[in-house]
């Protein structure tokens, strides 16, 4: 298993960006994904969920109305599109795949649950 993030940049208040998530070793739609993001001085927190079949979405109340996760599994991608940025979207961004079995419900945004992490990618929201 191996998540390769991409997309991080430097990006103006009220801009947007796109993340990818490359996954390898296992098949997209068969596991629960989740992006994490982790600013300065501050804990890694869950930003969005993407549950493994069907593909239903959970997001923190801080990213709500603005990001969206999606995956488009012919190109074993997950994307995070961020909009509407803000200086406190500031962090490096990071994709996590859950154990087979393990849905958004039931997992996220727990940390210790997840399989593995990908390296990470970093966003800054700044004039």
């Known amino acids: 298993v191996q998540l390769v993030e991409s997309g991080g940049d430097l990006v103006k208040p009220g801009g947007s960006l796109r993340l990818s998530c490359v996954a390898s070793?296992?098949?997209?739609?068969?596991?629960?994904i989740a992006w994490f993001r982790q600013a300065p001085g501050k804990e890694r927190e869950g930003v969005s969920c993407?549950?493994?079949?069907?593909?239903?979405?959970r997001h923190a109340d801080s990213v709500l109305g603005r990001f969206t996760i999606t995956r488009f599994s012919a190109e074993k991608t997950v994307y995070l599109q961020m909009s509407k940025l803000k200086p406190d979207d500031t962090a490096v961004y990071y994709c996590?795949?859950?154990?087979?079995?393990?849905?958004?419900?039931?997992?996220?945004?727990?940390?210790?649950?997840?399989?593995?992490w990908g390296q990470g990618t970093r966003v800054t929201v700044a004039w």
């Open positions: 996590a795949v859950y154990p087979g079995g393990k849905t958004c419900d039931d997992s996220f945004p727990r940390r210790d649950l997840v399989e593995e």
């Open positions: 070793g296992f098949r997209l739609d068969s596991r629960t």
């Open positions: 993407l549950n493994s079949g069907y593909g239903s979405t």
